[in-house]
């Protein structure tokens, strides 16, 4: 079992930048793929950014240039770097992860992304 906790979500300008925060606890952390997903208002959840415990990472197109994905495993901690934010970037974004070799997935409560003039 993992608990997850984001933060770092607010107001941001277009072409500005906000950095998120997961932390999870309760588990081996190491041994977790990490995801951001977003969902906005009238759009399905969508897969952001993904990083294996050994630092594999992918992107979505949308995201690719602007967005970077890391992990501080000794802080069982993920990040997400947003760069350039578009307004089409406003979302929940949520933290999730995924025990290797298990169907479980665990969800963070999510937070809020708003880009706006």
């Known amino acids: 079992q993992v608990q997850l906790v984001e933060s770092g979500g607010g107001l941001v300008q277009p072409g500005g930048s906000l950095k998120l925060s997961c932390a999870a606890s309760?588990?081996?952390?190491?041994?977790?793929?990490m995801g951001w997903y977003r969902q906005a208002p009238g759009k399905q959840r969508e897969l952001v950014a993904a990083?294996?415990?050994?630092?594999?990472?992918n992107l979505a197109d949308s995201v690719k240039g602007r967005f970077t994905i890391s992990r501080d495993n000794a802080k069982n901690t993920v990040y997400l770097q947003m760069n350039s934010l578009k307004p089409e970037d406003t979302a929940v974004y949520y933290c999730?992860?995924?025990?290797?070799?298990?169907?479980?997935?665990?969800w963070g409560q999510g937070t809020q992304v708003t880009v706006s003039s």
């Open positions: 309760g588990s081996i952390f190491s041994l977790y793929v």
């Open positions: 999730n992860a995924g025990p290797v070799r298990s169907p479980a997935r665990y």
């Open positions: 990083i294996t415990g050994a630092g594999t990472t």
